[in-house]
């Protein structure tokens, strides 16, 4: 069975400090893997995704992550973060093998506050 | 973008009640439909996946007895939590795909706060 940790539970930063996000995951096949954001009140959204390639990828609203097979991590990384930013970010993985519809295991989730 | 609505985003019941969370895919037809539910400062939990027009299949440890799925059409499911307790006060959240391949994308909903007094 696959697992996700995600060891920030609650990070605080002001406004342009740079954020890095941890995730780890445990699975010993391919993976896809995923990084969410939840503004408060809003769903869950796709921030971005790797599948396969470039294992830095880039995501929406300056989102990058980089995907480190041998430390099996996939941490999410913004150089400057705005008050905006302000939400809950979810990392998920999933078996990209999977052959029935996509079927995520989501970490605990790292709450990041931004302030002025 | 795709949108799904879930309905109600906030529910209280008194234990030994039934509660219905609708999913509604409002521009899309979702082919297959997950549950998850989430605890406070925990992960979100896949509780079980739904095809369209047949019966879902539940992750380990989730009882399909009590929590009762039917995904009657393309852009409907619902989760029904029967006789309620306060241990099932959570966060209910669905997603739903509109296809089958492993890389399709999944649309979340808001989410159900359910509260079992």
């Known amino acids: 069975a696959q697992s996700v940790s995600q060891h920030n539970h609650h990070v605080i930063l002001s406004e342009a400090a740079s954020l890095e996000l941890g995730c780890n995951y445990s699975y010993g096949g391919t993976v896809n893997l995923f990084w969410y954001v939840q503004y408060p009140g809003q769903h869950l959204q796709l921030l971005l995704k790797?599948?396969?390639?470039?294992?830095l990828v880039k995501g929406i609203k300056g989102f990058e992550a980089e995907f480190i097979k041998s430390k099996f991590s996939f941490n999410l990384r913004k150089p400057s973060v705005q008050w905006s930013d302000t939400a809950e970010y979810f990392c998920?993985?999933?078996?990209?093998?999977?052959?029935?519809?996509?079927?995520?295991?989501f970490g605990t989730g790292t709450r990041l506050q931004v302030t002025l | 973008g795709a949108v799904v609505s879930q309905h109600p985003s906030r529910v209280i019941c008194k234990s030994g009640t039934s509660v219905k969370i609708e999913c509604r895919s409002l521009?899309?037809?979702?082919?297959?439909m997950f549950w998850y539910r989430q605890f406070p400062k925990q992960s979100l939990m896949l509780m079980a996946t739904s095809n369209e027009g047949s019966k879902a299949t539940y992750e380990q440890g989730v009882e399909k007895d009590k929590f009762l799925i039917n995904h009657a059409s393309l852009t409907l499911s619902t989760l029904t939590v029967t006789s309620a307790h306060p241990e099932d006060s959570s966060f209910y959240i669905c997603?739903?795909?509109?296809?089958?391949?492993?890389?399709?994308?999944?649309?979340f909903g808001n989410g159900t706060r359910l509260t079992v007094t």
């Open positions: 997603s739903a795909s509109t296809a089958t391949g492993a890389n399709s994308p999944l649309h």
């Open positions: 790797y599948f396969s390639g470039d294992p």
């Open positions: 521009d899309f037809q979702a082919t297959t």
């Open positions: 998920a993985v999933k078996n990209a093998r999977t052959g029935t519809a996509s079927k995520l295991t």
